[in-house]
């Protein structure tokens, strides 16, 4: 499966954004997704995860309350709907696609997007 990620950009304090995430191949509902980001100089970390019918949903504690996550099989497009953004959030945002859920570690991800940058300034 191919992902390409898209949404990024800059954006104020306290805005939102939404990722998209688009895959290929006939069989996206199998997978499972994930979210992970990768702020400069800091090693890449999870974000959040969905299963592959949508019906689970798993999020990073800095996240949680802030950030949700969806999928439309139809589509084969995963989304993170990121609110009350703050500079602590800038990063470059990478969706990936495991077969385990959840997918919380960069280990799981057989596949992998681009990466899309977020930047959120103060």
């Known amino acids: 499966v191919q992902l390409q990620a898209s949404g990024g950009g800059l954006v104020q304090a306290g805005g939102s954004l939404r990722l998209s995430c688009a895959a290929s191949g006939r069989t996206f509902s199998r997978y499972v997704m994930g979210w992970f980001r990768q702020a400069p100089g800091k090693e890449r970390e999870f974000v959040s995860t969905i299963s592959g019918n949508g019906g689970s949903t798993y999020h990073a504690d800095s996240v949680k309350g802030r950030f949700s996550t969806s999928r439309d099989n139809a589509k084969k497009t995963v989304y993170l709907q990121m609110n009350s953004l703050g500079p602590e959030d800038t990063a470059v945002y990478y969706c990936?696609?495991?077969?385990?859920?959840?997918?919380?570690?960069?280990?799981?991800?057989?596949?992998w997007g681009q990466g899309t940058l977020v930047t959120v300034s103060s």
């Open positions: 990936s696609a495991g077969l385990s859920y959840p997918l919380v570690h960069r280990s799981m991800g057989g596949y």
